[in-house]
């Protein structure tokens, strides 16, 4: 066979596979669309089973865009004792510096931090009684910036070496609420990886029951295509393709479940952070994570379909090429 008949057979080919599995494709879908109950059904429980898992990962991206100000919650603030001078202040700040690199060390004198009380306490001409000022050399060191283990790890060294200066009175690190929720969202994205396998497995075994029972139904249609030769791949392609149309419609709709729920969420949520002084929206899933969603649901419906065909195929025994790989 030369070239340009290998050429034409091979499109001649392409061309027959193009149109059994476009007829495949659309047929299977226009099957569930005849059985609208049966169909419903079974897409509503597979959009609600995705859709937990999924209602679970936006919510752990929307509290990771929140404005947290974490610049503000991550400083090491030193207080120097009672008449400790600025010329050690200045050593330690030094020292500091030179040993951890932070981001910045600021140090506050007693006057500036007087000023600062002033403007927020309120207390006005009260704190004029006082002889002398009370508030002690103050120091604010911003640790550089990393994952959260990596802060704990430079404020722990930070601190051990402050305890050690006989000038230092305390140390004081705000990140421990910061902390904490970093750890909870961990504990979250690992919950979602665990509701991700067990809805996961939940979808292949709904799609998989249901064409179970798809292919008990049509037990003699099999058997004849099996009579005249068809091959597993023949009799498994219109189930693979109800599959993937189960998978599809729950993922779709998984989608507008998850966006019909922040539209009901969002503007109470909203007027919630206002209160504490902090505009925030809810942001989506995206195209990007739509399209993986879909994705994922076509393939769990695929696979959970190939499951239930190759296993009935396996039992049935027919003549013909039927059970063979």
Avoid: C
Avoid at 69 to 81: A, G, L, R, Y
Avoid at 184 to 190: D, E, H, R, S, V
Avoid at 262 to 278: A, D, N, V, W
Avoid at 311 to 319: D, I, M, T
Wanted: glycine share 10%; aromatic share 10%.
């Amino acid at each position: 066979m030369n070239s340009a008949a290998w050429l034409k057979h091979l499109r001649r080919k392409l061309r027959a596979w193009s149109r059994r599995h476009s007829y495949s494709f659309f047929s299977s879908l226009g099957v569930l669309l005849q059985h609208k109950v049966g169909t419903l059904m079974t897409v509503l429980v597979l959009g609600i089973a995705m859709f937990l898992p999924l209602g679970l990962f936006i919510t752990l991206s929307n509290l990771e865009g929140l404005d947290l100000h974490q610049d503000e919650w991550n400083t090491v603030t030193v207080f120097f004792k009672s008449g400790t001078s600025r010329a050690e202040v200045d050593r330690v700040s030094a020292e500091i510096g030179k040993r951890f690199s932070p981001e910045a060390v600021k140090a506050i004198s007693p006057d500036e931090g007087m000023v600062d009380f002033l403007a927020a306490s309120g207390f006005g001409e009260s704190l004029d009684l006082l002889q002398e000022n009370p508030l002690p050399w103050v120091v604010q060191v911003s640790p550089r910036q990393g994952s959260i283990k990596q802060i704990e790890e430079r404020v722990d060294d930070m601190t051990v070496f402050l305890q050690s200066i006989d000038s230092v009175e305390a140390t004081q690190f705000d990140y421990k609420w910061l902390q904490r929720l970093g750890r909870l969202m961990a504990l979250g994205g690992a919950a979602v990886t665990v509701l991700v396998l067990l809805f996961g497995v939940a979808v292949i075994v709904v799609v998989a029951n249901t064409v179970r029972l798809d292919v008990a139904s049509h037990t003699e249609e099999i058997e004849i295509l099996a009579l005249i030769g068809a091959s597993n791949a023949f009799v498994r392609q219109p189930f693979l393709y109800t599959g993937l149309w189960y998978g599809l419609m729950g993922g779709l709709l998984a989608v507008v479940l998850l966006g019909m729920t922040m539209l009901y969420i969002g503007r109470p949520l909203r007027l919630l952070l206002e209160t504490y002084g902090t505009e925030f929206s809810l942001s989506g899933l995206g195209g990007y994570n739509t399209f993986w969603v879909l994705l994922g649901g076509g393939l769990l419906g695929w696979l959970g379909a190939w499951i239930a065909v190759q296993r009935y195929l396996r039992r049935l025994a027919v003549g013909g090429r039927l059970g063979r790989h």
